[in-house]
């Protein structure tokens, strides 16, 4: 075998990483070719940091309509005080270079009330086509083409950015946007497909992602925001972690986000608090479990981003008399197709897993201690 041969067998080798059962997962096999970054996107330059930014006019609550000038500036202020540069093109700069072709991975399962903002996806492509990124460079994306169809931001950013979907709806029907090379395998209920494969968007295009997700309640998570919006939202046939009452997202939803090259492509984590959703997430057909925290938080770190979430779902359920995310209580299960639960905040279908949050800290990808967290607080 000569050496170029080699090196290219090398190169697609895959890494097989197999963890055990215990008490809290499966066993886990991780499959990818893809080695670690020198200096993985997760978590990053700024571990156990997140900027906070608030406007109180940011989103007028009465159309649930977003001032777009009031965004622009938020956004300006969050990432120079992340980054510590006086200039908006700097801070982006830190991250990003003409070369690259970047990935933003919103989150559409809010719409119509709760999605990744509009003015937010914008102003995010308009710093990066500032950056030197042609607009063929930069895809939005989502796992399925239905939800992206019904929130349709092709009006609303350049024409040439990409927008593009994995499949068509939560069917499972083909695999071919999907990447056979890179997979996490856990048998969870005995299901007859045990694999998740990551999209072959993240694995073999982009080559840095932009993670912008909510601030939703989660019935299986206790909260969904860039953890699970990062790693259920690149890998296929995940909502099969979570069945008749038991969840197992306490442990893969850090396992996706950890697995190679989703970990060192994630470099930017731009969480839009502007509405969130208290109960019911992640969708928010109606208002009734809409709120509106009127913030965006910035940083590299999802773990110490998520970890703040955790308490701001919290306090509202709390504020409006709803069970806590952390309940064990299997008394408060109904498994009447979730429509108790969605009549009433006191219903779970889950015994909720809040603590992926600490898991996925575990896993190395930030900080999970709140006394560790370093919040800097802006106010417009």
């Known amino acids: 075998m000569d050496r170029r041969t080699f090196v290219q067998l090398m190169a697609t080798t895959p890494l097989i990483t197999t963890v055990p059962p215990a008490a809290e997962h499966p066993q886990y096999k991780m499959v990818t070719p893809h080695k670690a970054a020198a200096e993985p996107g997760m978590p990053g330059p700024y571990p156990g940091q997140v900027v ?9 609550e009465a ?26 093109l700097a801070a982006w700069r830190r991250f990003f270079n003409p070369s690259d072709v970047v990935g933003i ?13 509009y003015d937010i996806v914008a102003e995010t492509i308009r710093n990066l086509l500032a950056v030197g990124l042609k607009p063929s460079q930069i895809y939005i994306y989502e796992r399925f083409k239905s939800q992206m169809d019904e929130v349709n931001y092709t009006p609303r950013v350049p024409a ?5 979907a994995a499949e068509a709806g939560n069917r499972r029907q083909n695999s071919r946007n999907y990447d056979a090379r890179v997979y996490v395998e856990a048998d969870f209920f005995g299901e007859d497909d045990t694999r998740s494969n990551m999209m072959r968007l993240v694995s073999e295009t982009v080559t840095k ?18 953890l699970k ?11 099969r972690t979570h069945y008749q009452g038991v969840s197992h997202t306490l442990s893969f939803v850090g396992t996706l986000a950890a697995l190679e090259p989703l970990r060192s492509k994630t470099v930017l984590q731009i969480m839009d ?12 057909r109606t208002r009734r479990y809409v709120f509106y925290p009127k913030q965006i938080l910035f940083g590299t770190d999802p773990v ?42 006191n219903v779970n279908i889950i015994i909720r897993e809040p603590g992926h949050v600490e898991f996925a800290g575990k896993l190395g990808l930030g900080v999970h201690e709140l006394a560790k967290i370093r919040v800097r607080e802006i106010a417009l």
Request: glycine share 10%; net charge neutral; aromatic share 6%.
């Open 52 to 60: 906070k930014v608030t406007a109180a006019n940011c989103v007028d």
């Open 63 to 88: 159309s649930n309509a977003a001032n777009a000038e009031v965004v622009r500036a938020m956004m300006e202020r969050g990432m120079c005080e992340l980054t510590g540069e006086k200039q908006t």
């Open 105 to 117: 991975k919103v989150n559409c399962g809010g719409y119509p009330h709760v999605i990744s903002d």
């Open 160 to 164: 040439d950015v990409q927008i593009q």
């Open 209 to 226: 992602i932009i993670n912008i997700p909510n601030m939703k309640d989660h019935g299986a998570t206790g909260a969904t925001g860039c």
């Open 229 to 239: 919006n990062i790693a259920y939202g690149s890998f296929s046939n995940v909502a």
């Open 273 to 284: 608090g502007l509405r969130g959703v208290w109960h019911g997430g992640p969708f928010a």
């Open 304 to 345: 110490a981003i998520d970890r703040l979430l955790l308490d701001i779902i919290e306090d509202e359920r709390k504020r409006r008399g709803a069970n806590s995310i952390w309940t064990r209580d299997v008394k408060t299960l109904d498994f009447n197709n979730g429509k108790n639960r969605d009549n009433d905040p």
